[in-house]
């Protein structure tokens, strides 16, 4: 057991029903969690109790997913149900004083039961923001210290994971020594080998602080877009008249009244913004499983994007002056480049490398029962083909996370491995591809109930449905630590920006 592993902060109990949702606010200074039985709870993490108490889903539905976001200068509470209901509450007050609205401000209805859980991109998201920044934040500076110390024990923690054993230079010292919960390093897998010295090389790489790329708030988490970018990649899809392009709307990407359909719509003005239905894959994807927004470099700045990668990593781009470096000819060097097992994603290069004056673009992916994942762009013609699509698990995929630099992610589902891929949008067409391919040995019943990209790229946690919460180095797949805890793990996973 690695030394000096802090045990939970603290253990929430007052649900009835198995707690399916989490999300916190944007200073962290209260949870909302949601059940099985439609309840949902908004606890007080200065005194551990719960600040207020609501069902908002019936028994019959209860509460699949939950997310506090905001949308065209409001906050809102996005709850979801199994019956097809989406409802967006509106959000007075910060911390322990938040209250919701005695009833939706917007309410989506599809006569579908579904196990997909809706996603939201808006500006200013979680990896887009800086712990404790918001406006609405009051804590005092011994609030602060102790959240600081508790980032330095996680981080210490983290650091023991990382290194399985071995020497690194100290993390911060503690105020006092933490106690301990039951954790364990799984083996180095057979065959992982490297020049002599690099595993350590590597090894002190990943536990070492990420250094803070210019950009504000956002590139300190790990993310390419600032809350800026987001917003023009928003207004630029949908103009909503009830929002401003400074401040618009939040997108949500919900199950549509097709089992086998994704629908994007307006959290403001409930627009219908995109759908994309399973005849334009061109084959049999099976119910709609998982989803996920997220931005990527815009089709123009691809190429620009792609003779950097190739730069970095060595290979040979096209001819100066050849259609190659506007055309084809950079696509067949980058699916090259990418075939002889070189890194050609923003893995390697920052989205950001090639500035483009065109905002981001929005895509979705989307995982189904057929154990596909389907990347599909908004904006896109109607019925447009997906960008990519290919069958990465051969049982319905569960959960889907995109990193994000949108190079790739991972993909759950329910059997005894967690697949990871790339996505080169630089490629013509762009590619999907397995990146590495994880055996997770469960005790008992298998299958993965999330999974989650920290934001700086370098972890991969899954929730297993035995009870255990898995660490692994995303780009390689090693394995460095078991959280056992107890209990199916069913809820979100939320990966904080540091620690």
């Not at 059940?35 to 509460?63: F, K, M, N, T, Y």
């Not at 504000?216 to 949908?238: E, F, L, M, Q």
Request: net charge negative; hydrophobic share 45%; with cysteine.
């Amino acid at each position: 057991m690695p030394p000096g592993v802090p045990d939970p902060q603290a253990v929430l109990r007052g649900h009835r029903g198995e707690v399916q949702a989490l999300d916190f606010d944007e200073d962290e200074r209260c949870l909302v969690s949601g059940d099985s039985l439609g309840e949902v709870r908004v606890w007080d993490l200065q005194d551990l109790r719960p600040a207020a108490i609501r069902r908002l889903h019936p028994l019959s539905g209860g509460i699949l997913s939950l997310r506090l976001f905001r949308s065209a200068g409001r906050r809102l509470l996005g709850t979801q149900g199994r019956d097809g209901a989406t409802m967006l509450w509106a959000c007075n007050g910060t911390g322990a004083d938040l209250q919701l609205s005695e009833e939706p401000v917007r309410t989506f209805v599809r006569d579908c039961y579904s196990f997909c859980r809706f996603d939201v991109l808006f500006s200013g998201g979680p990896a887009d923001k800086e712990r404790g920044s918001s406006s609405g934040s009051s804590g005092s500076a011994g609030d602060g210290a102790a959240q600081q110390q508790e980032e330095q024990l996680a981080e210490a923690f983290l650091q023991s994971v990382l290194t399985d054993g071995q020497q690194l230079p100290a993390a911060p010292a503690a105020a006092s020594s933490p106690p301990r919960c039951e954790a364990s390093l799984p083996e180095q897998p057979a065959g992982v080998q490297g020049p002599p010295g690099s595993e350590q090389r590597e090894i002190q790489a990943l536990a070492a602080p990420a250094e803070a790329p210019a950009g504000g708030a956002a590139a300190d988490r790990g993310a390419p877009y600032s809350p800026a970018a987001v917003a023009a990649a928003i207004w630029a899809v949908h103009p909503c008249g009830q929002a401003s392009a400074a401040q618009p709307s939040a997108l949500l990407a919900i199950p549509g009244a097709d089992e086998r359909t994704a629908e994007v719509v307006c959290a403001a003005c409930g627009q219908q913004v995109a759908e994309f239905i399973e005849a334009a894959a061109g084959r049999k994807l099976g119910m709609l499983m998982a989803l996920q927004l997220f931005c990527a470099a815009p089709a123009g700045a691809g190429l620009a994007h792609g003779a950097a990668a190739l730069e970095a990593t060595g290979a040979a781009p096209p001819p100066a002056g050849s259609a190659g470096h506007t055309g084809p000819a950079m696509a067949a060097s980058l699916s090259a480049a990418a075939d002889a097992g070189t890194t050609v994603a923003a893995d390697s290069v920052p989205a950001t490398a090639s500035p483009s004056p065109l905002p981001p673009r929005i895509l979705l992916a989307a995982g189904y029962e057929a154990g596909s994942v389907a990347v599909w762009e908004l904006g896109a013609a109607p019925g447009a083909a997906p960008l990519a699509q290919r069958q990465l698990c051969s049982e319905p995929v569960m959960a889907l996370a995109i990193d994000s630099a949108g190079s790739g992610g991972a993909a759950g589902s329910a059997e005894e491995q967690v697949v990871a891929f790339k996505l080169v949008l630089a490629a013509s067409p762009a590619r999907l591809s397995v990146r590495h391919i994880i055996e997770v040995a469960g005790k008992g019943r298998a299958g993965v109930g999330d999974v989650a990209v920290r934001p700086d790229r370098r972890l991969l946690v899954t929730a297993g449905w035995d009870g255990r919460v898995r660490l692994y180095k995303y780009r390689s797949g090693r394995p460095l630590a078991v959280l056992k805890v107890g209990a199916k793990c069913r809820a979100d996973l939320l990966p904080a920006g540091v620690a």
